[in-house]
């Protein structure tokens, strides 16, 4: 079973939409979590960290729900340049990042 | 600032040949840098956690003897893949961490390895 897992996609949306993302993870010890974004052919770029008490960050808000094990991203009012893949990603220790496989967004006109 | 730069930014090599990748951190010291490989539609994949003038951490599974790293300074680390072979086509990052928890690990643009 892999570390993080996402639903790959992908997920076609009108631009407007509202989408919403989910990814579970099975390290109980994990104690960071964080969304990044990656273009195609790109280094992935940090969209931003969750915490247990949700966060949010303009269209994007973040949560974790650590009794589940499970984080979600939701993206409001889509933009054809939210088109992207979305990669969720938990710390383990040392500082090391274990990524799921993403979850590609495409935003139409 | 947080600057991370990787070069090659791509290369071509035939079977057999071996290869050396380069990461720097610009503007900043970086206490660990990471190296990760990617593989089409696939996750990144952490190989191994390189610190300054000490062995490089391996994954399990990453042969280190095939996957060399070499960090000689705060500033530079290099993966040098030695016989290369076409199941070594990837997508290779390196990131470098400021130390100050995972949220200060910046990525490197990546090198796109093509082995024919």
């Known amino acids: 079973r892999k570390e993080v897992e996402q639903d790959p996609g992908p997920f076609n949306v009108p631009e407007g939409a509202t989408v919403a993302f989910n990814c579970t993870y099975s390290?109980?010890?994990?104690?960071?979590f964080f969304w990044y974004r990656q273009d195609c052919r790109k280094e992935p770029k940090l969209l931003m960290s969750?915490?247990?008490s949700g966060n949010e960050d303009g269209r994007f808000t973040a949560q974790l729900n650590r009794a589940s094990q499970y984080i979600s991203l939701l993206i409001r009012d889509s933009k054809l340049s939210d088109s992207a893949t979305y990669l969720c990603?938990?710390?383990?220790?040392?500082?090391?990042?274990?990524f799921g496989a993403g979850t590609r967004l495409a935003v139409h006109p | 600032g947080a600057v991370v730069s990787q070069h090659p930014s791509w290369v071509i090599c035939k079977s057999g040949t071996s290869v050396k990748i380069e990461c720097r951190s610009l503007?900043?010291?970086?206490?660990?840098m990471f190296w990760y490989r990617q593989f089409p539609k696939q996750s990144l994949m952490l190989m191994a956690t390189?610190?300054?003038?000490?062995?490089?951490?391996?994954e399990q599974g990453v042969e280190k003897d095939k996957f060399l790293i070499n960090h000689a300074s705060l500033t530079l680390s290099t993966l040098t893949v030695t016989s290369a072979h076409p199941e070594d086509s990837s997508f290779y990052i390196c990131?470098?961490?400021?130390?100050?928890?995972?949220?200060?690990?910046?990525f490197g643009p990546g090198t796109r390895l093509l082995v024919l």
């Open positions: 990603v938990s710390s383990g220790g040392y500082n090391k990042l274990i």
């Open positions: 990131s470098a961490s400021l130390g100050q928890g995972p949220e200060t690990q910046y």
């Open positions: 390290n109980s010890a994990s104690q960071s």
């Open positions: 390189s610190n300054e003038g000490s062995k490089a951490t391996y």
């Open positions: 969750v915490y247990s």
């Open positions: 503007d900043f010291q970086a206490t660990t």
